[in-house]
């Protein structure tokens, strides 16, 4: 399963993105994590979606910001971010394994296929 995440940039405190989770592979496109990683800090995980859609979790830190969702029919899993913070800032990462899940991680040794990752920048 090969992943291409996209969407990132730079945006003032406040603002909006949303990025992208492409997947090559529609059989094995399962559930879905979304991490982050800033510079000098480790890797940690931000929002995940379970394989059939019914379950997500957000850390405390996005909880009401950011909003997960896939369209099947284009294999795309997309993580909106409003009111964004300079603290939001970093390299974004999307992961999935071929396993089902019922429900999903935020851990990111659970996954075994990443995407590249997409810079998001929250500054004035």
């Known amino acids: 399963v090969q992943l291409q995440a996209s969407g990132g940039g730079l945006v003032q405190p406040g603002g909006s993105l949303r990025l992208s989770c492409a997947a090559s592979d529609t059989e094995h496109f399962g559930p879905i994590g979304w991490f982050r990683q800033a510079p000098g800090k480790e890797r940690e995980g931000v929002s995940c979606?379970?394989?059939?859609?019914?379950?997500?979790f957000y850390v405390d830190s996005v909880k009401g910001r950011f909003t997960l969702s896939r369209d099947h029919a284009k294999n795309i899993v997309y993580l909106q971010m409003n009111s964004l913070k300079p603290e939001d800032t970093a390299v974004y990462y999307c992961a999935t394994t071929t396993s089902y899940w019922q429900y999903c991680s935020v851990v990111p040794d659970s996954y075994d296929y990443w995407g590249q990752g997409t810079l998001v920048t929250v500054s004035s």
């Open positions: 979606l379970s394989s059939n859609d019914d379950n997500t």
